[in-house]
């Protein structure tokens, strides 16, 4: 197993003291306990610095002079001051927030200089006159390994190596009703000891409890804080989709107003009627010649933030599937000061953190709750996500049962260590790996245009017209691959690559291939790409007419609360008739389900949703359509496709949004949830 390197850089202005500091601190290092491979290298400049930060991912920890000079040429040698320690400091942050950084200082101005970087992102101090090298490498060793520490993933390796016989649940008990069948060993083969030895069960109290953790869960929990910049996180094991409705039934009442992206993912619309929020759907912008969702218009979202002040909270999607990212600043602040509090599914950016050229991400621009699926681009397993917290009206009783709502009593041990290892990496070398991943995707991108005939998307050719003005920017680690020109039509080449070339993409419009790059990518698997897409590209295949999907129908209204029609029992209706053409009884009536094609995934239907005959053609054409879509929500009664939908009877006894009926609810207060702190 490779052993870590750890390196700390001192920044000091004379050479002869810092050749005496890293002399002092190395040799400390060798006689002294060095699990983690830590050795001290230093520059003289705040600049060099700087440099040597952004240069060097196995950076763990920065010791800087607290008065940085230089000397001049000027008559007398005069010496001026290079850079406050105030400003270097604010700018190693900004640049690796993950650096511990540590000030020289002199003792008679503790006080002034504590006193200044109070507030800032500061470690600790040495003074500058004692020199007690193995004192500070100690120090530093100490944050390195604290920083690097797996409370959870360490205890469940511990207790795994007790081997303790289990008389609880799973029921393979470790794998021993596994191991020796004869129809089942395969399985326990295939998948390793390991694998059932650590899923274990609330029955182990030293593994702590994700619905109430107060040991290992939470001190991994507090970990994760720390490096996401949250003031609290919170493990999921069943992905952001549970992440989401926890903090949508979290944050609204009943009846009360939701501002959402419709491109939102399903389950924050799931959470709608979870929740019995009043929905306000924003429609996204279109690039219609890609069939690519973008943001909601910054337009958009500010008239809404001005039209709902009532509203208690507004969800966005950031970055998109495709790597469009808002800039979140001015619409957090627009939000907040309506009392409007923002969360954020960033399912697809948890990484951004650890690399400055992805920042600043969803917390840095003041959002109040962050969802990450940190199986989808760190090295978790699948279904682990993570709820970041900076919300400072937090009601912890009532998020927690919420959460405990939603969460198993079983939860899968495996995840929750997944989880506590991949922020551990992302700490200690997520700079270094985003920073091959980046140079991955400048190469791929070079050499997917090289073939001649497969082409890049870059952030002017995704963007539709109306957010080119947002601010809108574009994840480098989301490539999009305009195939139009290749003979293929997309299915035929999605075959192509998965049967021949053994290359699996992430999605795909009608004309376009999405790769999806992370810190597991290889420039071995870039290299096979490039190939298999070099010698695509040399068939020289004549070009094929490429069919544009039909773009979703706008959205109509929201006749009533998702929650109340969802929970109505409804009556199908097809949406054919007898003569198999497009059924003309379903418009004018309201939709009981959500329906939702994928791709693209958007929902063309909500429950409470007026039905219009051109979504019923809409959805009818998918149906047709050669290319295969799944769409969710469909009722088939024998192989006749229908919608369910509300019968005039619940239509009549339902409250229409606006109008107060004693069939349904009253709409809680605003604020109702603060009224329970």
């Known amino acids: 197993m490779r052993k870590p390197a750890s390196r700390v850089l001192v920044i000091n202005d004379e050479k002869l003291v810092l050749r005496d500091l890293l002399k002092g601190l190395n040799a400390a290092g060798r006689s002294l306990d060095n699990p983690l491979g830590i050795s001290f290298t230093g520059v003289t400049t705040a600049r060099g610095a700087l440099t040597a930060i952004e240069e060097d991912g196995d950076l763990q920890a920065v010791v800087v002079d607290d008065t940085l000079y230089t000397l001049t040429n000027s008559a007398g040698g005069s010496r001026t001051l290079q850079m406050s320690a105030l400003e270097l400091v604010q700018r190693i942050t900004r640049l690796r927030p993950e650096l511990d950084v540590y000030i020289m200082i002199a003792q008679e101005q503790e006080d002034q200089v504590v006193d200044a970087l109070f507030t800032e992102a500061v470690d600790g101090y040495f003074y500058r006159e004692e020199r007690d090298y193995r004192g500070w490498y100690r ?27 289990a008389w609880h649940t799973p029921g393979h008990s470790s794998g ?11 399985f326990h083969g295939f998948m390793g000891d390991h694998v059932f030895d650590a899923d274990l069960s609330v029955s182990v109290p030293m593994l702590d409890s994700l619905m109430e953790p107060t040991g290992v869960i939470l001190e991994a929990q507090k970990l994760a804080a720390k490096a996401f910049g949250a003031r609290r996180t919170f493990f999921a094991t069943n992905g952001s989709s549970t992440a989401n409705k926890v903090i949508l039934q979290t944050l609204i009442a009943p009846g009360e107003k939701l501002l959402l992206d419709r491109n939102c993912h399903k389950s924050v619309h799931h959470g709608v009627v979870l929740s019995g929020a009043h929905p306000v759907y924003l429609d996204s912008s279109v690039n219609r010649k890609y069939g690519v969702y973008g943001p909601v218009p910054k337009r958009t979202i500010l008239k809404a933030i001005k039209d709902h002040p009532d509203a208690q909270c507004l969800i ?25 509090k923002v969360v954020v599914d960033e399912a697809w950016y948890g990484f951004a953190r650890f690399h400055p050229v992805f920042r600043p991400t969803a917390l840095e621009a ?7 699926s940190t199986h989808k681009v760190l090295s978790a397993f699948s279904q682990a996500s993570m709820i970041h917290v900076n919300d400072p009206g937090f009601n912890e009783h009532i998020f927690r049962e919420n959460f405990n709502m939603h969460t198993s009593t079983s939860p899968q041990y495996g995840i929750i260590a997944s989880l506590d290892v991949a922020r551990k990496q992302a700490v200690m070398e997520g700079y270094k790996l985003l920073a091959r991943t980046l140079q991955l995707s400048g190469e791929l991108r070079e050499s997917i245009n090289a073939t001649g005939v497969f082409r890049v998307l870059e952030l002017e050719d995704l963007l539709p017209d109306e957010v080119k003005k947002d601010g809108v920017r574009l994840d480098p680690t989301k490539v999009t691959v305009d195939i139009s020109r290749c003979g293929y039509t997309v299915e035929e080449l999605q075959r192509e690559l998965f049967e021949r070339y053994n290359i699996q993409v992430e999605k795909s419009t009608f004309n376009t291939l999405t790769l999806l790059l992370t810190i597991g990518t290889t420039r071995s698997k870039v290299s096979r790409l490039y190939d298999a897409l070099m010698r695509i590209a040399r068939e020289g295949r004549s070009l094929r007419r490429i069919y544009r999907a039909p773009e979703i129908p706008g959205f109509t209204e929201l006749r009533f609360l998702p929650r109340d029609a969802f929970y109505c029992g409804g009556e199908p209706v097809p949406l054919l008739d007898e ?51 799944e769409i969710h929500g469909i009722v088939y009664d024998g192989y006749l496709p229908c919608l369910r939908v509300l019968t005039p009877r619940e239509e009549k006894d339902l409250r229409k949004l606006g109008i107060t009926c004693a069939t349904s609810p009253v709409p809680a207060r605003r604020g109702a949830r603060k009224a329970l702190r």
Request: aromatic residues 8%.
């Open 139 to 165: 120090i530093l060793n100490a944050e390195i390994q604290e920083k690097a520490k797996t409370p959870f993933y360490d205890q469940l390796k511990s207790y795994v190596l007790m081997a303790k016989d």
């Open 366 to 372: 003041g959002a109040d709750y962050v969802t990450q």
């Open 579 to 629: 003569q198999e053409k497009v059924n003309p009884v379903l418009a004018g009536r309201v939709c009981a389900d959500q329906i939702v094609p994928y791709p693209p995934g958007i929902p063309v239907l909500v429950p409470g949703q007026l039905i219009t005959a051109e979504i019923v053609q809409y959805l009818v054409g998918l149906l047709r359509s050669q290319k295969r879509v």
């Open 316 to 340: 966005l999607t950031s970055c998109t599937y495709d790597g469009l990212r808002y800039d979140l600043e001015p619409i957090v602040r627009a939000a907040h000061a309506k009392g409007i």
């Open 176 to 186: 021993e009703s596994l191991r020796d069948s004869p129809w089942a060993s395969d």
